[in-house]
C-alpha cells in the first residue's frame, strides 16, 4: 500500500523563478493538502484540494496556486520565488473531513537562492 | 495568542523515564488533536489521534485531552533513545486544515 509519494525530493532555485511540486496520495485518500514548514517551525497550512477545487486557503499570498487532478494527484505551484520561500514543503492526504487524520509525504525541500 | 501552543523545548530526559509534552490551543470549537513525531529532515509521522475528553493509551504512548481547559498532552513511558525527535500537537479548528504548535524536541540520554 503506497503511502503519500512527493517529488521531487530535492530543488534548487533563484530568485523569480516559478516551481511546481507534485504530490500523490495514499491509497484510498481523495482530499490533498499543503503545508510549508519553515526551519524549526512547525508546519503551516497553504491551501487544501478536494473535488479539484480548492476549499480552504492558508494566509499565502496569490503567488502560491494549486491544481489537484480527476485521479486526486495534485500540484503546488509557486510563482516569483522568493528567499523566505525556501522551506520544506509537505503534501498530506486524507479521506473525507471531520475526524481524519492526516499523512504526510517526505516532503520536497525547496532552497531559493 | 498563538493558535497550538506547545511546552518549550528542549526536554533532555534519561532512558526508560517518562516523557512528558503539554499543548494549549484557543478555539474552543476544535474537535480533533493529533500528535505527530518528526525526526531531523524527514516529514512529520501520525502517533496518536484523539477526539474525547480523557485519556488513550497506544503502547508507551498516552494521549491525554481535556476540552474545558483547552489542554492536550502526550506521555512517553520507557523513553527509548529512538524516541528522540519533535514532536508536533497539531488540532482541526474546523473541518479541513490541520494547525500545528511549533514542536518540542526530545532527547533521550542513554
Known amino acids: 500500500d503506497a503511502g503519500v509519494t512527493q517529488s521531487p525530493t530535492h530543488l534548487i532555485k533563484t530568485r523569480g523563478q516559478q516551481v511546481t511540486l507534485r504530490c500523490s496520495p495514499k491509497?484510498?485518500?481523495?482530499?490533498v493538502s499543503w503545508y510549508q514548514q519553515a526551519l524549526g517551525q512547525g508546519p503551516q497550512f497553504i491551501f487544501q484540494?478536494?473535488?479539484?477545487?480548492?476549499?480552504q486557503r492558508g494566509n499565502f499570498p496569490d503567488r502560491f496556486s494549486g491544481h489537484q487532478f480527476p485521479n486526486y494527484s495534485s500540484e503546488l505551484n509557486v510563482n516569483a520565488l522568493l528567499l523566505g520561500d525556501s522551506a520544506l514543503y509537505l503534501c498530506?492526504?486524507?479521506?473525507?473531513?471531520?475526524?481524519?487524520?492526516?499523512?504526510f509525504g517526505d516532503g520536497t525541500r525547496l532552497s531559493i537562492l | 495568542q498563538k493558535e497550538v501552543e506547545q511546552n518549550s523545548g528542549p526536554l533532555s530526559v534519561p532512558e526508560g523515564a517518562i516523557a512528558s509534552l503539554n499543548c494549549t490551543y484557543s478555539?474552543?470549537?476544535?474537535?480533533?488533536f493529533f500528535w505527530y513525531r518528526q525526526y531531523s529532515g524527514k516529514s512529520p509521522e501520525l502517533i496518536m489521534s484523539?477526539?474525547?475528553?480523557g485519556d488513550k493509551e497506544d503502547g508507551r504512548f498516552t494521549a491525554q485531552l481535556n476540552k474545558a481547559s483547552q489542554y492536550v498532552s502526550l506521555l512517553i513511558r520507557d523513553s527509548q533513545p529512538s524516541d528522540s525527535a519533535t514532536y508536533l500537537c497539531?488540532?482541526?479548528?474546523?473541518?479541513?486544515?490541520?494547525?500545528f504548535g511549533a514542536g518540542t524536541t526530545v532527547t533521550v540520554r542513554a
Open positions: 498530506a492526504s486524507s479521506s473525507g473531513t471531520g475526524y481524519q487524520p492526516q499523512h
Open positions: 484540494y478536494y473535488e479539484e477545487e480548492e476549499r
Open positions: 497539531a488540532l482541526k479548528p474546523g473541518d479541513y486544515k490541520l494547525s
Open positions: 491509497s484510498g485518500h481523495d482530499t
Open positions: 478555539d474552543r470549537g476544535s474537535q480533533s
Open positions: 484523539i477526539y474525547s475528553n
